[in-house]
Every structure is written in structure tokens, then in C-alpha cells.
């Protein structure tokens, strides 16, 4: 069993920054790539970055130049950096872990940020 725990969300004024970690447990043979994904209010989740196992990256173009996705391999943990937070960036975030066989959720993280 593999579980994904997120923390570091929270409510932050636009303009500001938080920085969400992920940290799984569990039987992971290999986690090929690790990222966030984003649901705003009655709106389906999206992605919002994701870095493989080799440390290639990619960003929606919501998030480029604002957010900086990075991960601990020996950990099996990702972190995500926001900056430059925008009211339209309030969503609950999820953290993604794929395998070789699967792929795991969390249970995601509340960001709200406020104008």
C-alpha cells in the first residue's frame, strides 16, 4: 500500500507564496514521475507540474515563471514552491505519484489565496 501525504497549504494573500511538500510511503518499487495537479472550485483537476525520476520537468502555462517543482528521489518526496500566488490559483492541490504499474493520489491540500 502506498500512501501520498501533502501538507503546507494554507490561505495567503495574492502576491504571496507557499511551499506544499509530498512525502509517500509505502512498497514503491519506482516512482517514474512525481508532480501537483489542481482542482479550483467546480472545475476539473488539471495539472500543474510534474518532474521525473531524471529530473525532467514540465509546468502548465499557468504556472511558468511562478512555480518551481522539485523532488527528493531517495525520499520519494516533491515538493512544490509557489510564488507570486494569484486568487485564481485557489484550488485544493493533489500530489501525483506514478510507477512503472500505478499511480497514487493524495488526499490534498487546501490553497486559498485571497485579493
Known amino acids: 500500500q502506498v500512501e501520498l501525504v501533502e501538507s503546507g497549504g494554507g490561505l495567503v494573500q495574492a502576491g504571496g507564496s507557499l511551499r506544499l511538500s509530498c512525502a509517500a510511503s509505502?512498497?514503491?518499487?519506482?516512482?517514474?514521475?512525481m508532480g501537483w495537479y489542481r482542482q479550483p472550485p467546480g472545475k476539473q483537476r488539471e495539472l500543474v507540474a510534474r518532474i521525473s525520476i531524471g529530473g525532467s520537468t514540465i509546468y502548465a502555462d499557468s504556472v511558468k515563471g511562478r512555480f518551481t517543482i522539485s523532488r527528493d528521489g531517495a525520499k520519494n518526496a516533491v515538493f512544490l514552491q509557489m510564488n507570486s500566488l494569484k486568487p485564481e490559483d485557489t484550488a485544493v492541490y493533489y500530489c501525483?505519484?506514478?510507477?512503472?504499474?500505478?499511480?497514487?493520489w493524495g488526499r490534498g491540500t487546501q490553497v486559498t489565496v485571497s485579493s
Open positions: 501525483n505519484l506514478v510507477t512503472s504499474v500505478s499511480q497514487y
Open positions: 509505502g512498497s514503491i518499487l519506482s516512482s517514474v514521475v
